[in-house]
C-alpha cells in the first residue's frame, strides 16, 4: 500500500482535542436543530394554506394551478427566512 492510501484512511478527527470535539458536536446539533425547525416551519406553512385554501369537494384545474402557485410562494418566503436566519449566524462569527 502507498502512503497516500494511509493517509486517506486515516480518521480526521482523531487528533482533535476532547474540546475540538464537544464545539464540533454543538455545532452540529445547532443546524439540526435549525433544520427541524425549518422543517415543522415548512409543515405549518403547508397545513395553514392547506385548511384556508382547500375547502372544496371540486376544483378546476385553474385553482389547482392557484393553489399550487400559492403554496409554492408561502414555501418560498418561509424557506428564505429559514436561510436569512442561518446568515445572521455566520456574520456575526
Known amino acids: ?11 480526521p478527527f482523531s487528533t ?3 474540546d475540538n ?3 464540533i458536536r454543538k455545532y452540529l446539533k445547532f443546524f439540526r436543530l435549525k433544520k427541524e425547525a425549518m422543517l415543522r416551519a415548512l409543515q405549518r406553512e ?9 375547502n372544496e369537494d371540486m ?4 385553482d389547482v394551478s392557484d393553489f399550487a402557485d400559492f403554496l ?3 414555501v418560498k418566503v418561509t424557506t428564505y427566512s ?7 449566524i455566520f456574520y456575526a462569527i
Do not use: C, G, P
Not at 1 to 11: A, G, H, I, L
Not at 46 to 54: F, P, S
Not at 59 to 62: K, M, N, Q
Open 59 to 62: 376544483y378546476t384545474r385553474e
Open 21 to 23: 470535539h464537544e464545539q
Open 46 to 54: 403547508i397545513d395553514e394554506v392547506k385548511a384556508d385554501r382547500l
Open 16 to 18: 482533535l482535542s476532547d
Open 72 to 74: 409554492s410562494s408561502a
Open 82 to 88: 429559514a436561510v436569512f436566519s442561518f446568515e445572521w
Open 1 to 11: 500500500m502507498s502512503s497516500n492510501y494511509q493517509v486517506f484512511k486515516m480518521n
